[in-house]
């Protein structure tokens, strides 16, 4: 059980390093977000792979949407 705990964090760990989705993950675990609502549509398992893959990229800030254009991109 120990080993797999240890696994675990060293996981969670890798990914919060990383730039694009360790950003993700710190915006999830801020105060002012409810984790458990934020995750609930995972679970659900209402989607496609694909489309799960998509919504989770567009949250990652990996795919330019309209809004990013406008208001970042200028």
């Known amino acids: 059980m120990e080993v797999i705990a240890t ?10 390093s990383k730039a694009i989705h360790g ?12 984790k458990r609502m934020s995750c609930a549509w995972l679970k659900t398992g209402n ?4 489309t799960e893959r998509f919504v989770v990229a567009i949250q990652d800030q990996v795919i330019p949407t309209r809004n990013y ?4 991109q200028k």
Request: hydrophobic share 35%; proline share 0%.
């Open 23 to 34: 950003r993700f993950f710190n915006e999830l675990n801020s105060t002012d977000v409810d």
């Open 7 to 16: 696994r675990r964090e060293d996981r969670i760990e890798q990914w919060r």
């Open 47 to 50: 989607f496609h792979a694909e």
């Open 69 to 72: 254009r406008k208001v970042i």
